[in-house]
């Protein structure tokens, strides 16, 4: 099964670290990243696609894709 997460977060450290976290569980990235400006926070927001490949499971929508 293929699982796809979208992460997104304000362009900080934080943002890198939840990236880099995704990366070392195993998940890919998934094309470019997006940077765009948040109209309501005043600040840029930035969002990553990521994917895994998870043998041996069937996908169902209560899972939790960040467990994986």
Not at 25 to 35: E, M, N, T, V
Request: glycine share 10%; proline share 4%; charged share 25%.
């Amino acid at each position: 099964m293929r699982l796809y997460r979208f992460l997104t977060g304000p362009d900080d450290a934080g943002f890198c670290h939840k990236v880099t976290a995704a990366l070392n569980k195993g998940w890919l990235l998934h094309g470019s990243p997006s940077y765009a400006y948040d109209d309501e926070t005043k600040s840029m927001r930035c969002g990553q696609a990521v994917y895994k490949e998870v043998e041996g499971l069937e996908y169902t929508p209560e899972m939790k894709l960040g467990e994986y």
